[in-house]
């Protein structure tokens, strides 16, 4: 009869066969557990790599924020879309290859020759204002104007949105002022009024 | 055996085929048997997990199948024959296994989810489910270019691989731990009423698994 402890000496040899079994399996489920404690050691530190990783990738962008994000444009806030001179009545050469610069996001090319084509249109309203006689009759003569300050209010509208797309607020202010000088033209009234208010901020 | 690791930083592995790993497991080697060990658990948590509610029944279960298998391979009755990995048949003979030794793992493992629920019950119902025993079948067959001693030990762990995880925890203590019957009360905590109460199922544990294993030596007149 075995006692309150086994003593191996006083046992049969199926008892300890049995006792070497157990202590066999004993071994197999302790490394198992003994693996199992590297797995969750594992998974851990990959919790922990993840982790971190987001975290330095969250701190990247953090600090690079100021350098990668650039402030959003009062036309985008606004909602002003690239204009276009496609349909206006006069359309020349020269404001179709202004509408494929601005089409290219060539906005700095656009700006220059929509400044040339404004300065001819300024120097055609001046001369069809000074001279009506060269025109003929003086109907004829007003209906030109007409279409020349339609023309010319469309390229200012053109002009003060590349203004804006290269950042020359400034100027685009006072682009503004004059575009909004003569209102019966101004196709883009409303929304010239509502760009300057934004600039003004 | 090739087992697809996920994830964004799995690393590409070694694998091993079955036959390396039977090989491998029956000389011990470590790294081959750890290697076997997280691939298998890996196989059984991308295919058993949506079963368990229970992290730790899965883990129970998975623990219990691998060392089945383990067991098997380790008493070489799963081994490699003409390249190709045996398993022993009920009359002794070594066939080809017609499945991977991953495969072989779940079927392990389903036997134990069934086992498990059952030990549930009898932990609820100790009067309903008062056997010792987990299962009746024994698979023990002869072959007889095995050594009696081999045969032997093959035994025991079967039957030892049959006992009730109550029974084969207290018999672990108490014989090859060396543990006195209080240790062995205080460690298990409550789960014996008395100490009285944990010898008797001790030596009811011993007396059956016992039986079971000179019942299975006079199967194949092997002396006790």
Known sequence: MEGDVFERNGADKMTLLITERLGERQKKLKQMEEWERKNNHKSRMHRIYILASIAAGLLVLLVLSPFTSSESSPLDELGITAPTMSEFRAATPELTRINKLIEEENYEDALTLTAKAMSASDMAIYEL????????????????????????????????????????????????KKYLKYPQYCEHENEARELLKKLKK | MIIKTKGLFAKRQQSYSDLQVTEGLQQHERKMEEWFYQTAKRYFDEHFSQIFFDKDRKQEIFQSAFLKLWTEIDNKRICCIDQKVCRQQGNGEFKPMTC??????MAFARTEYRELTRSTKEELFPELYGDVWQADVMVTSFDQTESEEEMKKRIIDECIGQLSPNCAEILTLFYYNGKSLDEILEQRENKNSSKNGLKTAKNKCMNTLREKANAQFKKFNLTA
């Open chain 1, 129 to 176: 204002e000074g001279v009506p006689e060269v025109w003929g009759s003086d109907e004829e003569a007003a209906y030109e104007d007409d279409i020349e300050r339609v023309k010319n209010s469309e390229l200012r509208w053109v002009y003060i949105y590349l203004l804006v797309k290269n950042e020359d607020k400034k100027t685009a202010k006072k682009e503004l």
């Open chain 2, 100 to 105: 991977t030794l991953t495969t072989f793992l």
